[in-house]
């Protein structure tokens, strides 16, 4: 596990050399191969509503946003994407939303245990946003594993420039420590290249990932929504992340790293070129096809094709050429090499 000094990361930050680039993609693929292999695990997403009483000035599925089309799925129908997931090889099911209070904590609940009793030996996990303590414990009771809730920036200065006033960085760290000591597998992250972000912001976020020691972290490069109070601003790039990719893993060795859609909707390659970064998870999405466009919380989001779930032989295909091998397993996470 590396560790780095302020100074040594601000240098590996603002230094977009192709050697830098190279020395820390070779660097950071030996040491995912050393606790992971080759291997590269699916998740299968399904964004199960669009609704959200939030209104992050840089998302499009803000509350605000009034040129959105709604949607939520039903029980029947989120199960029905786990069972066709089930039958492509998938292990793990993410559960994604806006904050909805439409899916109150007994809907939830019984969506989870149901879940749980179809698919017993898979992971559930849920990316539901800011919850009590209560309620993340209720979710955990029904059967979720795993909780994904990115901090976004861990300055709250910077984090009042992204979200409204009634939002505050503290209550989404205090979130996910409760998930942490409740025992949940936690995931967290950023975004790389959000309007105001300075590499002190990104050493901030980095440090306060060591204090919270994630199972999972998740980064992207920020991209924006012409529907959002922050539209016009310039999207981070595809170096800086990947940098960062390769940051983390070095960091944090044991991480589940997923290469993100972000990455591949600002380049073609741009999923393949994040597991040779130190990636290791991929997570094609599995929701109905009617609704994979209105999930859209930046523009020109990947939506058919190669993300989508039922194309798990051309991810393989596209995975392969990168050097890694999809497998079929829930992939927990590893901490004792």
């Not at 089309?69 to 029980?75: D, P, S």
């Not at 859209?296 to 890694?324: F, R």
Request: proline share 4%; hydrophobic share 35%; with cysteine.
């Amino acid at each position: 596990m590396r560790d780095f000094s302020d100074i040594e990361l601000k240098e590996l930050l603002e230094n977009d050399s192709p050697d830098t680039a190279s020395r820390l993609t070779e660097e950071a693929d030996a040491i995912r191969r050393q606790y992971y292999g080759d291997e590269v695990y699916i998740r299968g997403l399904i964004e199960f509503s669009n609704h959200c009483k939030n209104n992050c000035y840089y998302c499009g599925i803000r509350g605000g946003n009034t040129k959105a089309v709604r949607y939520r799925l039903t029980k029947e129908e989120i199960l029905s994407c786990c069972q066709e997931g089930y039958g492509l090889g998938f292990r793990t099911f993410v559960l994604q939303s806006g904050e909805d209070p439409y899916f109150s904590d007994d809907k939830m609940c019984d969506i989870v245990a149901a879940i749980r009793y179809e698919h017993p030996d898979c992971a559930i996990t849920l990316s539901i946003g800011e919850k009590s303590r209560k309620s993340y414990q209720a979710y955990f009771d029904a059967g979720a594993n795993r909780f994904l809730l990115r901090h976004e920036t861990a300055s709250e200065e910077h984090y009042g420039q992204l979200h409204p006033k009634e939002m505050r960085a503290s209550d989404r760290k205090r979130c996910l420590f409760d998930l942490k000591e409740i025992g949940y597998q936690v995931g967290s992250g950023f975004m790389v290249g959000s309007p105001y972000q300075t590499t002190d912001h990104l050493i901030r976020d980095l440090r306060f990932l060591q204090k919270l020691e994630p199972d999972m972290i998740g980064i992207g490069p920020y991209i924006n929504h012409g529907e959002t109070p922050l539209a016009g601003w310039g999207n981070g790039t595809l170096s800086q992340t990947l940098r960062l990719i390769s940051i983390l893993r070095l960091m944090f060795p044991y991480a589940l790293i997923p290469a993100t859609t972000a990455l591949g909707t600002i380049h073609p390659r741009g999923r393949e070129l994040g597991l040779q970064a130190g990636a290791n998870v991929v997570m094609p999405n599995l929701s109905p096809l009617r609704v994979r466009k209105l999930y859209d919380p930046y523009e020109n989001k990947i939506s058919t094709g190669e993300e989508a779930a039922q194309s798990v032989d051309l991810l393989k295909k596209q995975v392969a050429s990168a050097g890694y091998r999809v497998v079929e397993a829930r992939g927990d996470v590893r901490r004792d090499k």
